[in-house]
């Protein structure tokens, strides 16, 4: 069953950092796209940034530059480093399969989890 499973959320203040994980089992996870997704309260869920099997990555254009994406395949594990954290990054950040941008396994979204950044 694919399952993905997020953490390292809280509560900082702007321009404080946290580092996010995201755990996937029941894909092949080596040859999968992975991205970073968030929904913000009363907003869509949004694209975040991606990372293919060759480590090749992609950000949208209001975290360039202050988030990095990364993967570690012998754990199954793909991260969010995220600095310079600002007010409008709040959110329940998800991860899921990508395929251009897109969730994949749209079915199994794991809990999220919740970013708060204070002004």
């Known amino acids: 069953q694919v399952q993905f499973v997020e953490s390292g959320g809280g509560l900082v203040q702007a321009g404080g950092s946290l580092r996010l994980s995201c755990a996937a089992s029941?894909?092949?996870?080596?040859?999968?796209?992975i991205g970073w997704y968030r929904q913000a309260p009363g907003k869509q869920r949004e694209f975040v940034a991606i990372?293919?099997?060759?480590?090749?990555?992609r950000y949208i254009d209001s975290v360039k530059g202050r988030f990095t994406i990364s993967r570690d395949n012998a754990k199954n594990t793909v991260y969010l480093q995220m600095n310079s954290l600002k007010p409008e990054d709040t959110a329940v950040y998800y991860c899921?399969?990508?395929?251009?941008?897109?969730?994949?396994?749209?079915?199994?979204w794991g809990q999220g989890t919740q970013v708060t950044v204070s002004s």
């Open positions: 899921n399969a990508a395929l251009g941008g897109s969730a994949v396994y749209t079915r199994n």
């Open positions: 029941g894909i092949a996870f080596g040859f999968n796209t």
């Open positions: 990372i293919n099997a060759a480590g090749s990555t």
